[in-house]
């Protein structure tokens, strides 16, 4: 992170860990929503980025810590077991913009 922000970096991301089975981190599981949430705001905080914060995979959480950009996600992923991500861990627009608009962006009042 200190790196990143000596860099100036103008995005930055955080990733949530997903076990996979034989790696060394296996038996630590799934980082939670909550823990991946920490890490992004910290990364928001340390690194700085001047145009954009993202997570993968955004929780409404992780909006709360400053990230700031979404991805709708279709097609194969290798971190998940479906070919067709979008029929398990993947998002499409309209549930991205969804998200967006349930966390207060681009409303009016």
């Known amino acids: 992170m200190i790196r990143a922000r000596d ?3 103008k995005v930055m991301a955080v990733m949530r860990r997903t076990p996979v089975k034989g790696t060394p981190l296996y038996e630590n599981g799934q980082i939670s ?3 991946l949430t920490k890490i992004a705001a910290v990364a928001r905080l340390v690194t700085r980025p001047q145009r954009a914060m ?4 955004v929780t409404q959480m992780t909006l709360l810590a400053g990230i ?5 996600e279709y ?3 290798p971190r998940d077991t479906e070919v067709q991500t979008e029929k398990n861990r993947g998002f499409s627009v309209t549930q ?3 998200m967006l608009r349930e966390a207060g962006y681009g409303t009016t009042k």
């Open 7 to 9: 860099y100036n970096v």
């Open 54 to 57: 993202n997570a993968h995979e």
């Open 33 to 35: 929503a909550i823990e």
């Open 68 to 72: 700031n950009q979404l991805y709708a």
């Open 96 to 98: 991205t913009w969804s």
């Open 75 to 77: 097609g194969a992923n």
